[in-house]
């Protein structure tokens, strides 16, 4: 900060500075400079090219030999890749924007973006086990999705579809540590500490009663109690 001032300072000194050649100082040419400026384009030029490719059979472009993948909606179909330097935008022929990635360089051949997929896989969520996608996801996902019943995987997978699509795993899986701290949580509860999180409010304490709180009876489940009571009484059911 310190080098920054030192050097704002000088630009203002110099502001003052004759030209050494016109007799008038920097700050007076300037002024009478801009009475030539051109107005801006109202619009921001934007350095882009547009490509119009098929998608194979599933959902990846292929731009400059590099693979990026799109939705399975669009398999084998015509979409529009939008190229700058840094990103790579897909979008439908309708100018839809289907999803975006960064534009590869170098080694790297296949950029994937599993939120368009999500849904897909929801639909048959015994298979997630084989794609590519539980391998890459984090330890604790894969470990939760272990212990999940059909239709938690199916409400799980349509969640991270939705988390997944302004946010990374990074956030969704401190959400996930954080519910998992009293046991394997519900999607709910993965749900409602994302939602904690990204709008800053911490995770709230669990609620200490202020007074004891009695020791139940231990409650039996299931139909056996019945059948003693009969077999007791020697009654017929």
Known sequence: MLVYNSL?????????????????????????????????????????????????KYGYIRVENKLYSTSPRFAKQMVLAKISYQEIEILTEDYELIVKHERLYGTQQKSMKWQPYLILMAKRPNALKYTDFYEKMPSEWQDYFSHCTIQEKQK????????????????????????????????????????????????????QPKISVPTMPEASRGLSHYDRFFESTGGER
Not at 165 to 180: C, G, M, N, P, V
């Open 156 to 207: 799980t997978l349509q969640l991270l579809a939705v988390l997944l699509k302004e946010h990374d795993f990074e956030i969704s899986t401190q959400a996930l540590r954080l519910a998992s701290q009293y046991g394997h949580p519900s999607v709910d509860s993965i749900k409602q500490v994302f939602y904690q999180l990204i709008n800053g409010r911490g995770i709230r304490e669990p609620i």
């Open 8 to 56: 704002w300072e000088k630009c203002e000194r110099d502001w003052q500075r004759p030209h050494y050649q016109k007799g008038k100082t920097i700050a007076e040419l300037f002024e009478e400079e801009k009475e030539c400026f051109l107005q801006l384009p109202a619009k921001e030029y934007e350095c882009v090219r547009y490509e119009q490719v098929r998608a194979d």
